[in-house]
């Protein structure tokens, strides 16, 4: 989806690749890069770790088989324990 992201949203619009999931230790890592600092603003994210996460791809054609699509996603943290 990553070379793709033209043709992938989420359920709100938002493109691919413009929007993060949050997890714990965005709260944890001290960072301001993630915007995420208290678990107010944890709360108030619209996507978290081990939540289901709407994906709508467009462009795709119609009849065609596709048995296996991959989501990529990487980790903020370089160790993904919140450093």
Known sequence: IKGKAADCADSASRQCGTFWI???DDV???SNNDDVNSIAQ???ATWKFNQDVDI???GLTEE???PNIYCYA???ETDGEGS
């Open 22 to 24: 949050y997890d714990l």
């Open 28 to 30: 944890e890592d001290a």
């Open 42 to 44: 944890y709360d108030a």
């Open 56 to 58: 709508i791809l467009s």
């Open 64 to 66: 065609t088989g596709y």
């Open 74 to 76: 990487e980790d903020d």
